[in-house]
Antibody, heavy 115, light 112 residues
Framework: EMRLVQFGGGLVKPGGSLRLSCEAS????????MSWVRQAPGTGLEWVGR??????????DYTSPVKGRFTISRDDSKNTLFLEMNSLKTEDSAMYYC??????WGQGALVTVSS | DVVMTQSPLSLPATLGQPASISCRSS???????????LSWFQQRPGQSPRRLIY???TRDSGVPERFSGSGSGTDFTLKISRVEAEDVAFYYC?????????FGQGTRLEIK
């Protein structure tokens, strides 16, 4: 069974940092292009960024609101995806999901940015 | 960014009857290779999104046949042939042809 299990999340003050992780199982993580998607409370879905496979260059791309503040990385030896979030703003408060191309989704991790 | 516009935003549906959701993109979603990267997702209350349809009309494994996707260019439709109680959810279209991928606002399907 293809599965993504997320860790991390919590309450952080504006300007603070947080790291989310996402452990994959049941599929070839090394070849997967992985993404992060977020959903602010009561609103729709927003793509945060994506990292392609190492074989394809392991490059990461981000949407404008998070560029320069968020970093996506991967550790293929541990089948794990990471989202490092710095300089957090109140508008970054959301449920964060990892996904493998939209086909498999993690359970979500709630990030609340508040003083 | 490509703007995805869904309608209606709220859809009161009747059990056993068909229902459809429209999605319009601000640019053509036909990619250079001829594929159309348009997906549909279902999100039940308190759950993660679940992909139903990808590449315009291909159903994901395990998705009931009553769900179908169609359209072309900038106009797309998700159809449910016979609504069941378990279909109560938000539905989102998403384009993956242009970076960044963008979602529609979501359509809330409820039972009348």
């Amino acid at each position: 069974e293809m599965r993504l299990v997320q860790f991390g999340g919590g309450l952080v003050k504006p300007g603070g940092s947080l790291r989310l992780s996402c452990e994959a199982s049941g599929f070839n993580f090394e070849k997967a292009w992985m993404s992060w998607v977020r959903q602010a409370p009561g609103t729709g879905l927003e793509w945060v960024g994506r990292i392609i496979s190492k074989n394809d260059g392991a490059a990461a791309d981000y949407t404008s609101p998070v560029k320069g503040r968020f970093t996506i990385s991967r550790d293929d030896s541990k089948n794990t995806l990471f989202l490092e979030m710095n300089s957090l703003k109140t508008e970054d408060s959301a449920m964060y999901y990892c996904t493998s191309g939209g086909a498999v989704w993690g359970q979500g991790a709630l990030v609340t940015v508040s003083s | 960014d490509v703007v995805m516009t869904q309608s209606p935003l709220s859809l009161p549906a009747t059990l056993g009857q068909p229902a459809s959701i429209s999605c319009r993109s601000s640019q053509s979603l036909v990619s250079g290779n001829g594929n159309t990267y348009l997906s549909w997702f279902q999100q039940r209350p308190g759950q993660s999104p679940r992909r139903l349809i990808y590449m315009l009309s291909t159903r994901d494994s395990g998705v009931p046949e009553r769900f179908s996707g169609s359209g072309s260019g900038t106009d797309f439709t998700l159809k449910i042939s016979r609504v069941e109680a378990e279909d109560v959810a938000f539905y989102y279209c998403m384009q993956g042809t242009h970076w960044p991928p963008t979602f529609g606002q979501g359509t809330r399907l409820e039972i009348k």
